[in-house]
């Protein structure tokens, strides 16, 4: 069965069926899959390089850091461990900057190559909504288009939350978009938030020699994480070196242009910390982008904290203009919006386009990785579900014991009734790709049973998702 296009009101002699407003994930990934269904399609950007914030300034260039500096540490300290000795290691800081560039270049330009592949009209520059069915351009090379469209598609993304009080100048206060261009590396460093972004890019630039501190409002890191997780990722992270102040907030932070002088109190009260640093990063979260894009003139209606609500369709108040990605709340991950980009472009088409919110992954970049697929302890118990734990560790695991990389372990929830898998979590070496099986089995409704009796290759350490798995039945076996 499939959905009904939806209605429109534009006039027949229109340039195009959809004109997508960014170019990220979401943008990109739903205009390829327009043309693919014979949608004329346009695609607007400001920034001038496809690819949005996750390709320009996020997760591609900050995977980039992340690999570098584990090689950087792994040549310094870890070959040792395998008899392999190294002498007079040294850090090329601009040379790893310059990779992770030429790796963001290639990247976008293979992407504007995608747009001229599939016939979409690409133009750079400011959109902005003169009615529902005209998006005016403000193009970056002077000039301006106004473009006539049945349907569109906002996927304008998120941009970095400020804090009150404090001012990111990008140098000593910096987003995340500073800390990945920092061009010496820091004695030390504060991260305000111990979430994903903060953790990542302190992890990097910990590797490389600063001292990092975490401040975390919070009493726990990663709170979207399932708890046991969240308590040995901060075990693990400690014993790296890194520093958290849990339970604490910032109150000032005022740069010297040398320097950042923080002022940081106990959130249940007590005495204040006066801190130090060469850098501080502030990540403590995204909030949707919409800036000028003039959501008014097209009868755009957006919730109290600038997100748009949209319907099960992507659909906002005006159902000829849809909303995908961050701009809509929910997960803020490159992967989901390039999930709802395609659902909205097949919904177009009279097609059904789905997203399967409990099989969505998410990732955390660190060494060892951490990931996580569907429901976590926490929220199954606030649901009220019955549930079975599975887990096994990789000190267990024969690929892991001969790789020196048995840090964490693999956990399976199934439901006590059904043996249907609610959720799995993984915190381990090669976790972002080892969570794909079960992401795979959460799509298809498996059960743990049927991923227990899986034939997984030995030695893998992928032979720990077959044990959490057989565990949630007491078949657990040591390898």
Known sequence: MTEPAPPTDAPASVAYDLVIVGGGPGGYTGAIRAAQ??????????????????????????????HASELYEEAGHGLGKFGIKVAGVTLDLAAMQAQKAKVVTELTRGVEYLMKKNKITYLAGTARFVDAHNVAVTLNAGGGETLATRNVMIATGSEVTALPGIAIDEKIVVSSTGALDLAAVPKTMIVIGGGVIGLELGSVWRRLGAEVTVIEFLDRITPGLDGEVSKQFLRILAKQGIKFLLGHKVTTCVSDGKKARL?????????????????????????????????????????????????????????????VGDVIGGLMLAHKAEEEGVAVAEIMAGQAGHVNYDAIPGVVYTMPEVANVGRSEEELKAAGIAYKVGKFPFTANARAKANLTTEGFVKVLADAATDRILGAHIIGSDAGNMIAELVTAIEFGAAAEDVGRICHAHPTEMEAVREAALATDGRVRQM
């Open 37 to 66: 269904l014979g949608l004329r399609t346009a695609i607007v950007d400001k920034r001038g390089a496809l690819g949005g914030t996750c390709l320009n300034v996020g997760c591609i260039p900050s995977k980039a850091l992340l």
């Open 263 to 323: 002022t940081v109190e106990p959130v249940a009260g007590g005495d204040a910390l006066d801190l130090a640093a060469d850098v501080v990063l502030v990540a403590v979260g995204r909030r949707p982008y919409t800036d000028g894009l003039d959501l008014a003139a097209a009868g755009v209606e957006a919730g109290p904290r600038g997100f748009i609500p949209v319907d099960a369709h992507y659909r906002t108040n005006v159902p000829t203009i849809f909303a």
